[in-house]
């Protein structure tokens, strides 16, 4: 049963227009959430994280929005560029446990020139 | 970026054979993990280490196991290699300073296994 849900597998958007990437989760006991970035042939690279005392954290062309009725979250990539293009991974996780993420599936971000 | 490394980077093995990678970290972090990763499944845990010697299971941790004499390093050992296990492995890593940290990963090793 997953608890992280990335619906969209991918998304085709064009360079300069806003890319908006999707996550759902269950666990009401997450109250940390981070985007991570994987380029083909390398590790996720850390991109940008909110806590649930906050509904919106930015930084530069990335904005992460929390809305923790409805337990979504968005990343707003604006203006996408090519070098985005790459695989998104939503992570959630609750606080005074293990420091054990839970990762969606992934969605693949390909921004056109 | 944390001092991450994976070794092999590639590895081709047959089934039944035992096979260990290794991820080595030159950051002291704590907390160090295995994951495989897998077209339409993500980032999935296989084990965790919360210190040298305490380690524990993942999701999908059947057929894996991890050994961690050192803080710096973090075995993953497949004990009679299946088709199945045919993945990406990550190794990642985190520190504990303050509540909320993000991971570090590895470059990953691609394993096929024939």
């Known amino acids: 049963d997953q608890q992280v849900k990335q619906n969209s597998p991918s998304l085709s958007v064009q360079e300069g227009r806003i890319s908006i990437l999707n996550c759902d989760y269950t666990?009401?006991?997450?109250?940390?959430f981070l985007w991570y970035k994987k380029y083909p042939a390398e590790g996720p690279t850390f991109l940008i994280s909110?806590?649930?005392?906050?509904d919106k954290n930015e930084d530069g062309r990335f904005t992460v929005f929390l809305n923790k009725s409805a337990k979504h979250l968005s990343l707003h990539i604006v203006p996408s560029q090519p070098g985005d293009s790459a695989v998104y991974f939503c992570?959630?996780?609750?606080?005074?446990?293990?420091?054990?993420?839970?990762f969606g599936r992934g969605t693949s971000l390909i921004v056109h020139p | 970026d944390a001092g991450i490394t994976q070794s092999p980077r590639h590895k081709v093995t047959e089934t039944g054979t035992p096979v260990t990678l290794r991820c080595h970290q030159t950051?002291?972090?704590?907390?160090m993990y295995w994951y495989r990763q897998d077209p339409g499944h993500g980032l999935r845990l296989i084990h965790y280490?919360?210190?040298?010697?305490?380690?524990d299971k993942g999701e999908v941790s059947d057929g894996y196991s991890v050994s961690r004499s050192k803080t710096e390093d973090f075995l993953l050992t497949l004990e009679s290699a299946t088709s199945s296990q045919t993945s990406v492995y990550f190794c990642?890593?985190?520190?504990?300073?303050?509540?909320?940290?993000?991971?570090?990963f590895g470059p990953g090793t691609r394993l096929t296994v024939l």
């Open positions: 950051e002291n972090h704590r907390y």
């Open positions: 666990n009401s006991m997450f109250d940390y």
């Open positions: 909110i806590s649930s005392i906050k």
């Open positions: 992570a959630a996780s609750a606080s005074g446990g293990s420091y054990i993420p839970t």
């Open positions: 990642a890593t985190k520190t504990t300073s303050g509540t909320y940290n993000e991971q570090f």
């Open positions: 280490s919360y210190g040298v010697k305490d380690t």
